[in-house]
């Protein structure tokens, strides 16, 4: 079985985290995109609506400029305005994800000790791409436990069942995603 490089194994963690958000948000209404769980929490939306910046943001010419672009307004994303519909988060949330799959479809490991920038600070690669990584997993918690409040007893896990963890012992690798160019192996 071939290694997967380290950049392969970044662009699936990231992978795993908006697979993970994404069905969250699905099993939402609009309405509840939309609340927030108590006073000076955030909302679904506005989660989404920070998240989809920094990713706009970050990962725009990501080799070549600094990751906090001079037209990004981070404060404006914990505001929602009229504009601010659920498709038009959504539109921006999709944009940014894709604007991080672009930029790692052209990474390889050797990129990885390269200098970048975020906010002036130089990072390497692989430095910036573990802080994003981290910084997105947080939201990604913050997503999944708002929908799973707003949800109630009609929320639908996205792990291993209360409950099902002998049953998931017994056959753990049913639940295994291979690595790229692993699918149908084994």
């Known amino acids: 079985m071939p ?3 380290c950049v392969e194994n970044l662009r699936r963690e990231f992978a795993r985290l908006r697979a993970q958000a994404d069905a969250a948000l699905a099993q939402c209404t609009d309405a509840q995109f939309f609340a927030t769980p108590g006073a000076g929490d955030n909302s679904l939306a506005v989660i989404v609506k920070h998240v989809a910046g920094n990713l706009t943001s970050r ?3 990501f080799l070549t400029s600094d990751g ?3 037209g990004r307004n981070r404060d404006d994303e914990f505001d929602l305005r009229p504009e601010d519909t659920r498709a038009r988060l959504e539109e921006d949330w999709h944009h940014g994800w894709a604007v991080l799959s672009a930029t790692f479809a052209t990474l390889t490991d050797d990129d990885l000790p390269r200098v970048v920038r975020i906010r002036g600070e130089p990072l390497t690669v692989l430095q910036a791409a573990h802080r994003q990584l981290a910084h997105y997993a947080g939201h990604v918690g913050q997503i999944v436990y708002v929908a799973k409040h707003h949800c109630g007893p009609g929320w639908k896990t996205l792990s291993i069942p209360r409950g099902g963890s002998a049953q998931f012992n017994r056959r753990p690798s049913a639940y295994v995603t291979p690595p790229p160019g692993e ?3 084994g």
Do not use: H
């Open 3 to 5: 290694a997967e490089t």
């Open 59 to 61: 990962w725009t010419d």
């Open 68 to 70: 906090e672009k001079p």
């Open 183 to 185: 699918a149908g192996r």
